[in-house]
Each structure stands twice: as C-alpha cells, then as structure tokens.
C-alpha cells in the first residue's frame, strides 16, 4: 500500500518485503541498517521515526497450543471446514527484531516498517545520527531488551536503575512479583 | 513537504539545528561557562510538585540560566509490557488505560484497535461512534488537566479550579455511561462492553451545550492575560524540522507549524466522517501550544456534537461485533444454544486466539502520535505489545528547547509538553 | 477521662452513622474503642489531635493515576479545605501526611523513603490505591508490591483508582484515629516484611 512508484529495491540491505494487515514490513541486514535508514530518510522521504520496537522471539512457536481457528475466506460457524487446520507460527532466522516505525508526512502519509534481525551479543548500529529522536528509544531496547547499540552516545539504562542486573524483557527473565497472600490462612 | 537536499548523517542533521550534539536529549554546558566556577548543579527531584509526576532533571544553573539539562527517567516504571505478555488479550484490555492514566480511553482504544486489525473484526457502526465520542471527551478532559496543572504551575492558580470544574462532568459522563469515572475499561474487543445506557444522550448534551462557555471563561483568564503572555511567549521555541526530527507529534508538532493530524490525515473510527478544523500554529513556543490546546478542546466539542447526532438514530443496533468466536454471545442464548454456551466457556476460560501477525497501530492521543506494537503468536496471549508513548519522546525535546532558558522558563516549557509520566516509564 | 458524650463507640464515627443508623460497631471502632480505654487521653492531648487534624498538610507525592482524583479532592466539589488540608506542601519538612498515590517502582523506593524520612514528626501515611496498599495488578519485578515494605502505614484506601470520596473517607478515618489517641503508625509497628 505504502509501495513507491520503483518499487522497494533500491533499499540497501533488503533482504525481504512482507505486506500483510496494510502494512509493509523491510525487512534489512543489520550491518547494512544506516544505510538503508539514511535511504528512506533521503529518497523516499520518511523523515519521522514513530518507534522503535525490540523483539525477542526465543521460545517462538513453541509456547502455544496451536494457531489460529479458521481460514483467510473466513470463519462460519455452520460450514465446518472453514475452522482451519492448526498451524504452528514460522521459525525466526534469529532470536531479536529490531523495528523501526517510519512515518512520511506527505499527501498521501505513508508507513512502513524497517526490521532487521539479530542474535544474542550481536549489535545493531545507531541510527541517531539520522533520526535524533531514536535516542531513547534505543537506550530502552537495551535496557529492557539488552541489544547493544553501535555507536550511541550516551547507551545507558534509562527505565531501571542504574545498578540494575538482567533485562527484565527477555523471554528468559522472569516476571518477578511475589506470591499473594491472603488475610485468612495462616 | 518540500523535498528535502541530501543531509549528510554528520555532526549535524541539517543547518541552523538547534539540538544538542553529541547527545541529542542532553543540554550540556560548555567548557568555558564551567571554568568560571559558577556554575551550579541543581537536581529537580522526582518528588517535585511543578514536573507533572516523577520526573527528575538534572540541570545546571549560571545564575538563573538553564545551561545543562538531563532528563532522568524510570521512577515509574512498571513493566506493563511484560505483565501483559502472561495475561490473555480480554485481560490485557485493563492494563493500557493505566499507562496514560490522563487519557485512558485512547489508551484503551490503541491496544483493541491493534487487536481488531490481527483479528480483521467488523466493528459495528454504532460501537465506532461511541468510541469517537469517548475519545474526544476523554481529549477534553486531558487537556484540561493539562490546562488547569500547567497554569497552576506559572501561578495561575484559579485555573486550576476553573478546569477541574468542568473536568468533573465529563467524569460524571463516564460514570452514567461505563460505571466509573477513570479506567473505564468499556472499549472490548469487538467494540463497546455493553450497550449504552438510557439519558447518556442528554446528559451529554447539555455538557457540550455548557463546555465552548467554560471554555470562553478559560481564554479570558490566560489568552491576553499580560503575566501569561510575558511568561510563554518566545518561551521553548522548537522549530518544525526539529519538531520532526525529534519526533515531535500532537500539539507540540501542531504548535511548531507542521499540519499533521492523525485523526485527519490516516483516519481511524469514524474521525472521516466529522467535520472538524486541526489548529495549526507557526510561532513553535509555550503559547502556540497553548493555543493548540485550546482551539482543540472547542474542535472536540464539535466532534462531539456530531457524535451525540449520529448516535441519538442507532437505538437498539448492536454495540458489538457478531463473531462468536471472539465475543461473548448475548446472554439470554446461554439458556437455549449449546454452541453458545461452549464459545462462552472457551473465551471466559482459554481466552479467544488471534492469528500469528504484527501490526502497528497509531491514532492521535490528546499528547501525539500514541502506538501500539502486538505481535502475536496465534495463542490466547500476546508475544510482544509495545506501546509509542507520546510523552516519552516529547521529553526528549526537552533539551532543544531550553536554549536560552531560565528556570522559571524551564517549568513553563516542561509542562507545555504535555508529559504524563505513567505514558514515558511504562 | 471520657469523651463528652459518652465513648466514641456510643456515638459511632459520624461517617458511618449517617448512612446506616442501625449499624452496630465495626472492627475499626471497636480497636479504636480498646485504644481509647487504655490510652485515656488528657484535655491537652485532645486539645493537640484537635489542631493537628483541622490542619494537617499532605505533602504532593503523587505517583500515577491515584494522583490525579487526589488533584481532584482538592477541587470545589470534593473540596478537602473543609478539612484545612488544601494547602499541599511540596517542601516535606513542612508537611504533615504523606498520600502515597500510586505505583512505587523499585527505582522511585529510595526517593520515597527519604521523603518520609525528612517529614518532621507527627506524620501519617495514606496508601492510597491498590498499588500503594499492595501491588495492585502489577504483581511483577517493577513494582514494590505494597508501600508498608518502605514506610509504616496508617490507612489503606482501596481503589483502582478510589473514587475522591473514598480517599475523603480515609482522610476522615484517620483524622477519628488521631483524635481518638491512636498514635501515628511509626510508633505501632515497623514496615512490613
């Protein structure tokens, strides 16, 4: 929906483009990332960085029972075939997502969503450089996330404390809190 | 737009930038100023009763010049995003009204639209004016307490009261029409949670009927007020590119000259079908927000209007999707259907499931851009739900905007942001 | 030694007494009542709790969403200047209660403290909200689930967040307690484990 007129392919890095729910998804590799970000700002002008979401896809597919009841034509309670198979999600190439929600504010506004893919103790270079809001939101992804950012300036935690061991939004970390306890048992 | 020349990812993003290099949210003093020995560190603790919640900055002080600024932030932080990834997506619904606790309803509205869009949920016309409606009432009351705590802080003190007046009827609204005054948790998936109650509609009439007066008292205390012009005009000035740059959305973005408006420009429930005008400012300081603020607290109540006008024609349509498979099925067919009474226990017990997917989903919360991230895993909970909190990155213009600050013009500029610290910390 | 007009528990706590007229003694009264009995307070000391609950100034320690229907007890319509307590200080030398409305993260645990620490005695504790009284819905690694682990606690106002006239309710409590001779928490108890 969001496609320009010659098409995804001059992104540097592109490894894939998925479209589904009116959203585009490029999908790029993390060595090749300020580039590609630099050509989106520059060529296809988006110039607004709406968010940057880290991922952490360990254990993917494996926690649910099963996938989701129906097919794409739909669900119809009295044509039975039409509840679907169950169907387990597709494996991740790595165990972290970076995504970066671009905005151009134009006539037509257009969204998109630069992703890239990296593995535990891998590092994804900044884009601060081109979109100086990505400050925070990377000192948050790896504060929370624990993904190191190449070449930020000031990448310390920003959420929890200083001193503070762990990234509690890791799929391993747990949820912490303590057990309830209730007035009438002893 | 104009299209713009090749910017070099260099030292600076283009010229004449007034954000701070090399970080970009950190004012620092210079070298110079720091050898004259006078300069002082002051920490404006998170217990301070002019920074909107508990925010702490760290600013250093020539006299009374504001010459280093660092924001801290954190001391609200709740781990929503990991509490909702244990909780089914029905439970999840109550978690993000907590996050901007200003806002709720929109809040509300994000996370289910994210979901709808995964699910692919017809939502029923009557159900999308409604929340409009709530949305832009819950619009009104944000500004308001922004309006009233804002003015109180410059010592505008009878502004406060003059707010929270009004602020208490449109509580009363939630209350006849949800149960409750904040946190409503009336939006479900699929649309409304029930249907709505007998004299809303009045009730809600004779509100918007009174509110463009309170909202005349409003000017007349603060637009030509000599103390309030003195105070915001000139006062934060961020220009457009770096409003944009900064990421920079609402009326922070609106007040800096940008016409962008989510609501308008991409549309979502049934803002395409409302006829209503998105103030646009181009001076980029303390009163143009004020200004934006205020010309959309009256737009609102335009919307709003139209909104009761739709709505006083669907009496007895549904209020919610007809999907047995994700919404509960009318209770009186629990006593004769089989099958009803069977999708009722699945998604009470097991929670109903949403097809493997991420989307994205923005709309134009009274602070800017609000998003929501859900990725989903096809089970009865969420893999991953982010949330884009306005307020998180309009504190990173914090340090843009306080060149040639004083202190005094630091409180001004810090609540013209518009921050709820619940919204930054998640 | 005795109030005029006989114990509290004979007139019962006005709040309570007004909406149910037939309503025998709570809980509450009846410690109170036991309170009262061994305590037994002089003319001075009444004269005292009497000044100290027509004015006593909470400190602004709002958290989250529970401060913002605290902002709105101050408002004309809830309106606790009725109670000389508008006047909410920000300095915490100068402030008597300390209405902890909100979630207290771990990192906002220490700032707290030490604003309870530099309030000047006597002062009290609301915890006000399900957050502040024990976690709320946010049982995880983030929050301190309950605010009594860090200060000890004199009255818990449920609510998510409480209605202004439920945290009214609590303020009038606590201000029957005082006036009563209940001593302020720090001298009853310590923080919770």
């Not at chain 1, 993917?60 to 097919?71: A, C, D, K, P, R």
């Not at chain 2, 900055?57 to 009374?64: A, R, S």
């Not at chain 2, 200003?102 to 692919?120: G, H, I, P, R």
């Not at chain 2, 909970?381 to 202190?407: E, G, H, N």
Request: glycine content about 8%; some cysteine; aromatic content about 10%.
């Amino acid at each position: 929906m969001t496609t320009p007129a010659g098409g995804w392919g001059d992104v540097p890095g592109l490894v894939g483009v998925t479209e589904a729910h009116h959203e585009t998804t490029l999908t790029v590799e993390h060595e090749r990332l300020v580039e590609a970000a630099l050509h989106l700002r520059d060529e296809a002008g988006f110039t607004f960085l709406a968010d940057i979401t880290a991922v952490d896809y360990l254990g993917y597919g494996t926690e649910s029972v099963s996938g989701f009841l129906g097919t794409p034509g739909g669900r119809d309670l009295n044509a039975p075939m039409t509840q679907g198979l169950q169907a387990v999600p597709a494996e991740k190439s790595r165990r972290f997502a970076m995504n970066y929600h671009l905005l151009a504010i134009a006539t037509p506004p257009r969204r998109v969503r630069l992703q890239t893919f990296v593995d535990d103790g891998e590092s994804v270079p900044s884009v601060i450089r081109v979109w100086p809001t990505a400050d925070w939101h990377e000192r948050e992804a790896y504060d929370l996330m624990g993904i190191a950012i190449d070449g930020h300036p000031n990448l310390v935690r920003i959420l929890m404390d200083d001193d503070w061991e762990g990234h509690p939004l890791r799929k391993d970390y747990p949820l912490g809190g303590e057990p309830v306890r209730f007035s009438g048992e002893e | 737009m104009t299209a713009t020349a090749k910017r070099p990812a260099g030292r600076a993003i283009y010229e004449g930038t007034r954000i701070p290099y090399p970080i970009p949210t950190v004012l620092q003093t210079s070298q110079a100023l720091w050898d004259t020995g006078d300069v002082m560190t002051v920490n404006f603790g998170p217990n301070h009763p002019s920074t909107h919640g508990v925010l702490r900055l760290v600013v250093d002080l020539y006299g009374e010049d504001v010459t280093g600024l660092a924001a801290v932030v954190g001391y609200l932080h709740t781990g929503f995003e990991k509490n909702m990834e244990h909780k089914t997506w029905w439970k999840c619904i109550t978690y993000p009204e907590r996050i901007d606790y200003v806002s709720y309803q929109n809040n509300e509205y994000v996370f289910v639209a994210a979901v709808e869009k995964l699910l692919d949920l017809e939502i029923p016309p009557k159900a999308t004016w409604m929340r409009t409606l709530l949305c832009e009432l819950n619009r009104i009351h944000s500004h308001l307490v922004w309006l009233g705590t804002s003015a109180l802080e410059l010592g505008a003190i009878s502004m406060f009261w003059y707010a929270f007046r009004e602020r208490e009827q449109i509580l009363d609204l939630f209350e006849l029409v949800a149960g409750y005054r904040m946190h409503t948790r009336y939006f479900q998936v699929g649309g409304l949670a029930e249907d709505i109650p007998r004299g809303f509609y009045p009730e809600a009439r004779k509100f918007c009927d009174w509110m463009p007066r309170a909202i005349d008292d409003y000017e007349t205390l603060l637009t030509r007020n000599k103390i309030w012009l003195e105070r915001t005009e000139g006062v934060g000035l961020l220009s457009a590119e770096d409003a944009i740059a900064l990421g920079q959305s609402g009326p922070v973005l609106r007040a800096s000259g940008v016409d962008w408006d989510i609501r308008r420009d991409e549309g979502y429930l049934a803002y395409h079908q409302v006829d209503f005008r998105v103030p646009v400012f181009a001076e980029g300081d303390v009163y143009a927000r004020y200004r934006v603020h205020i010309e959309e607290m009256r737009q609102s109540v335009r919307i709003a209007e139209q909104c009761l006008d739709r709505l006083e024609r669907m009496e007895g349509e549904p209020w919610i999707a007809d999907d047995r498979k994700v919404v509960l099925p009318p209770r009186h067919e629990l006593h004769t259907s089989m099958e009803s009474l069977i999708h009722h226990f699945k998604i009470v017990t097991e929670g109903f499931r949403v097809p493997e997917g991420e989307v994205y989903t923005a709309i134009e919360s009274p602070r800017g851009e609000l998003g929501c991230y859900v990725c989903s895993e096809g089970g009865p909970k969420p893999w991953r739900v982010k949330f884009r909190a306005p307020s998180f990155v309009a504190l990173q213009a914090t340090a843009t905007c306080m060149s040639d600050a004083l202190i005094a013009d630091m409180i001004a500029i810090v609540g013209s942001l518009d921050t709820v610290m619940g919204e930054v910390d998640r | 030694m005795a109030l005029e007009g006989g114990r509290l528990r004979d007139q019962g706590l006005k709040s309570e007494r007004l909406l149910w007229p037939t309503k025998g003694p709570s809980r509450f009264e009846e410690e109170v009542d036991d309170l009262e009995q061994r305590v037994g307070l002089t003319t001075l000391a009444k004269a005292v709790a009497w000044a100290q609950t027509n004015s006593m100034w909470p400190d602004t320690f709002g958290l989250a969403c529970c401060a913002i229907e605290m902002m709105s007890i101050v408002t004309a319509r809830y309106d606790i200047a009725r109670f000389g307590m508008e006047p909410f200080r920000g300095s915490p030398r100068q402030a008597d209660l300390l209405i902890v409305s909100g979630r207290v993260s771990n990192k906002m645990a220490a700032p707290l403290r030490q604003i309870y620490d530099q309030m000047l005695e006597p002062k009290w504790v609301i915890a006000m909200g399900a957050c502040a009284s024990s976690g709320g819905m946010f049982n995880n690694y983030a929050i301190v689930q309950s605010v009594d682990k860090l200060v000890p606690v004199d009255i818990y106002v449920p609510g998510c967040p409480p209605r202004p006239e439920q945290l009214v309710e609590g303020i009038v409590r606590l201000h029957e307690a005082v006036k009563a001779g209940v001593p302020p928490a720090y001298e009853l108890r310590s923080v919770a484990s």
